[in-house]
């Protein structure tokens, strides 16, 4: 079975950091792309980074300059720098895993996205 473990999220002042982390566990094979979307409430859910396998990296105007995405490919894990947090960056992250394969009793399995349980974040005034 395949998981998706979100930690390091939490309460935070205005100006503060924090890093989260995700590991897949499990029979993984590979993961192509991985990242953190969030949602605020009353809002969609929205991209903040991605990371692909080779190291690629994309990020929402919103967090660049002050989010660091970065990536554990013998892991399966995928980090979030959290810099200079503001009080719009609250909401519940998510990790995502894009084109993840994994192993199970003798099988191979293809899944186009894959998603954690959310974690969050709230940044204080």
């Known amino acids: 079975q395949v998981q998706l473990v979100e930690s390091g999220g939490g309460l935070v002042q205005a100006g503060g950091s924090l890093r989260l982390s995700c590991a897949a566990s499990?029979?993984?094979?590979?993961?192509?792309?991985m990242g953190w979307y969030r949602q605020a409430p009353g809002k969609q859910r929205e991209l903040v980074a991605t990371?692909?396998?080779?190291?690629?990296?994309n990020y929402a105007d919103s967090v660049k300059g002050r989010f660091i995405i970065s990536r554990d490919n013998v892991t399966n894990t995928v980090y979030l720098q959290m810099n200079s947090l503001k009080v719009e960056d609250t909401a519940v992250y998510y990790c995502n895993a894009d084109g993840l394969s994994y192993y199970s009793g003798g099988n191979y399995y293809y899944m186009g996205d894959f998603w954690g349980q959310g974690i969050q974040v709230t940044v204080s005034s």
């Open positions: 499990g029979s993984i094979f590979s993961i192509n792309a």
């Open positions: 990371i692909t396998s080779g190291g690629s990296t």
